[in-house]
């Protein structure tokens, strides 16, 4: 089901020049996030429970490094497959951890700023055939699916470190900086999937910089809340009810 406007929403779909315009923009704000913390900040818990904020930007740093060589994507699948049990993405997020964990903060932010563009030049560069052809089975709860490598490339991949940045922020008590040309275009695309997971009528409201209205059918659920909230409720990082129940994979 797609999305009607009802204000700001843009009805065409998210492409792969755009993509990886905004992934250009997505590595930017966080490394100017993460530039401008302080020693305690680095320090602070975070939503997802093994990690504090340096452990969360590792992570970071280790995506994004798996994204600019296909060697290092390898290295990471690898040490994965060598850790038993549990979800494939959690071993592999869980060795890019480990790997990093001697590097100091500044150490992090000086590496992520420097193969981010190498990132999104490979990205840029993966070929359509292969975007569009190569599927890539998943895991719970989306194990039933296997995903365009087109669908992380330009999606996924950008939605991780975004969420990752809103993590930082929440943990850290400090400002996300937020524009309507850039969040709010992200949050327009996790809204258009949500409706179509879901598939049933509804009228959503999200308040703030990254918000917009959204409605479609008659007589759905109606929702009003903050855009950040929104999707942290739907990236399952706070519980939801009703049509906020469906998951949206980031």
Partial sequence: ????????????????????????????????????????????????????????????????????????????????????GGKMIDAMTAAQVAERASMTPEAIVTRLASVAPKAVKARRRTPGLVRHIVRMKQDPPFDAEKWR??????????????????DISRATGTAMVLTEAHDGRLVDDVVAEWGHRHGRPFSLTLTGTAGGQWQAGDHGEQLELDAL???????????????LATEVPF
């Fill in 229 to 243: 909230d929104f999707c942290m409720t739907v990236g399952s990082r706070q519980p939801g009810t009703g049509l």
């Fill in 1 to 84: 089901m797609d999305a009607a406007t009802a204000g700001k929403t843009i009805d065409t779909p998210l492409g792969h020049k755009e993509a990886m315009g905004l992934a250009e923009t997505e590595f930017a704000r966080m490394v100017e996030q993460l530039g401008s913390l302080s020693a305690e900040d680095w320090r602070q818990p975070t939503v997802c429970e093994l990690w504090d904020v340096r452990a969360m930007a590792s992570h970071v740093l280790g995506m994004a490094e798996a994204q600019a060589s296909m060697r290092q994507f390898a290295h990471d699948f690898r040490a994965a497959s060598k850790r038993s």
């Fill in 149 to 166: 490598f087109g669908f992380l490339v330009d999606k996924i991949f950008t939605r991780d470190t975004w969420m990752h940045r809103l």
